[in-house]
């Protein structure tokens, strides 16, 4: 009888321990009489364990990479434009460092993914309130709100107007959007808005990051048959 794989229905061989198609462990099953009593069947330990996380060391390794991840990606950060990729950086190397840690052979994706998304949670959050807190600091303790508040207005009624102008916008609507924007409540919407979206973007990076470097670790440590 032929024998497939449980996820993709690949075919294989009676003696493989991962599919060659997706990589899912498979459980093995051995006759030999020369194996030694009482020894373990090692691909079903991995088979079994492959998917559960030791959360205790997991979230040693994801605060020290999502802390220092998450203030890079802050909305201010000189090196904030490669906030994305610092964050699915961050990810996969948590990953990475975790399975090194437990010396285990293998982590599945969904694994992978759960710490890259705590990794994204905790960084991006982070990353919000280092935004908040330097905005703070830059408009009441050093006094720089009259600079944010004319590069804001410069924004909304020079590139926005033009923006919504070549997109056929009447004159009325605009005005009326330029008004919302420019008042306290736009400006604090606008803010929580953009720092929400930023913290989106940034877990779903770190989620894509954490499965990418349990796929790595695959490749890398996967045991020879």
């Known amino acids: 009888m032929e024998i497939t794989c449980t996820r993709c229905h690949g075919t294989l061989q009676a003696e493989d321990c991962y599919c060659p198609t997706c990589g899912l462990p498979q459980l093995v099953y051995s006759a030999d009489p020369a194996a030694a009593p009482g020894q373990p069947d090692r691909w079903n330990e991995v088979a079994r364990d492959a998917s559960v996380i030791e959360w205790r060391p997991a979230l040693r390794v994801v605060l020290l ?128 808005g953009g720092v929400l979206f930023l913290v989106a973007a940034l877990i779903s990076f770190a989620v894509a990051g954490g499965a990418l470097g349990a796929r790595m670790m695959a490749r890398t440590r996967r045991p020879q048959t």
């Open 65 to 192: 990479l999502a802390i220092p991840a998450g203030i890079l990606c802050s909305g201010l950060s000189p090196v904030s434009i490669f906030g994305l990729l610092w964050m699915a950086a961050a990810s996969a190397w948590a990953v990475i460092l975790y399975v090194r840690n437990q010396r285990a052979p293998w982590i599945t994706l969904g694994a992978g993914a759960r710490i890259g998304l705590v990794t994204g949670i905790l960084g991006g959050w982070i990353a919000a309130g280092t935004t908040g807190i330097t905005l703070v600091v830059m408009r009441f303790m050093l006094r720089h709100g009259n600079q944010i508040d004319s590069l804001w207005q410069g924004m909304v009624k020079d590139e926005m107007s033009r923006q919504w102008a070549a997109a056929g916008v009447d004159a009325h609507t605009i005005a009326v959007y330029q008004g919302w924007l420019l008042s306290p409540e736009g400006r604090a919407g606008s803010a929580l």
